[in-house]
């Protein structure tokens, strides 16, 4: 029983540090654009695996796109929708509605709105 409150406040206290962390990288990162607010908090709110299989390409009236490396981790970020559409809002500081997902390679929503092509996507 002892050995469970440990673990319980441990994971407490790296839970009260992560939103310290967030927070003030949300502060220092306000003299850049809001596309590289988002970039640069991607990192942070994703976690190295799944920031290495995609990145943040585009930004728009609240809309953010993001470049997946293929199906498979489109689906897996697409399930992760709602939490990093919250996550991202609150550490880049930026207003996020909505996350599109897009297979590297094809043709990106906002640029398809000025008359780009098809995409694979999975929102």
């Known amino acids: 029983m002892f050995r469970h409150q440990l673990?319980?406040?441990?994971?407490?206290?790296?839970?009260g540090m992560r939103a310290l962390l967030r927070e003030s990288l949300g502060k220092s990162l306000s003299a850049m654009s809001d596309e590289d607010r988002l970039a640069a908090a991607w990192t942070v709110v994703c976690g190295r695996v799944l920031s290495e299989r995609g990145v943040v390409a585009g930004y728009a009236e609240g809309v953010v796109e993001v470049e997946v490396v293929d199906m498979v981790w489109l689906q897996q970020m697409k399930g992760m929708k709602q939490q990093l559409i919250r996550e991202l809002a609150f550490t880049a500081k930026v207003p996020v509605r909505e996350i599109r997902f897009f297979v590297m390679g094809t043709s990106r929503g906002l640029d398809s709105r000025r008359g780009g092509g098809t995409r694979s996507e999975g929102n």
């Open 7 to 15: 673990d319980e406040r441990a994971g407490e206290a790296v839970e």
